[in-house]
């Protein structure tokens, strides 16, 4: 495997980095700790394991089906290219409200709410 392949590999968003029950959500909903900008919430609560695990949920109001599912890949995107600077062990579940679904725009948001948590390395 070359060192770009290596590179490429580390910023994928595998299956075992995603938060999949609800009883996880509602765990992280109910006993994390968390932190609010215009157009997102982030909620951090700790894993006990090595993966740090992330989901991205709309809010209801949040127009239709396309919007909602456009919101949620812009945003797993931007997790994605953030995810290498975040402590590993943790549990993260951002809340997206009806905003601008651009990718600088919710880059800029979910930076600003991963340096207000301290999560970064």
Request: proline share 1%.
């Amino acid at each position: 495997m070359s060192d770009d392949e290596r590179c490429a590999a580390s910023f994928r968003f595998r299956k075992r980095e995603r938060i999949r029950t609800r009883s996880d959500i509602s765990r992280v909903f109910n006993e994390g700790s968390r932190w609010s900008t215009k157009g997102m919430r982030l909620n951090v609560l700790r894993n006990g394991g090595a993966e740090t695990r992330a989901v991205f949920v709309t809010v209801r109001r949040y127009g239709n089906a396309v919007e909602r599912n456009r919101a949620r890949r812009v945003v797993s995107e931007c997790w994605r290219l953030l995810k290498s600077t975040v402590i590993r062990g943790l549990d993260v579940v951002v809340l997206i409200y009806p905003d601008q679904d651009t990718v600088d725009i919710r880059r800029q948001q979910l930076d600003t709410l991963v340096h207000r948590a301290k999560v970064v390395v």
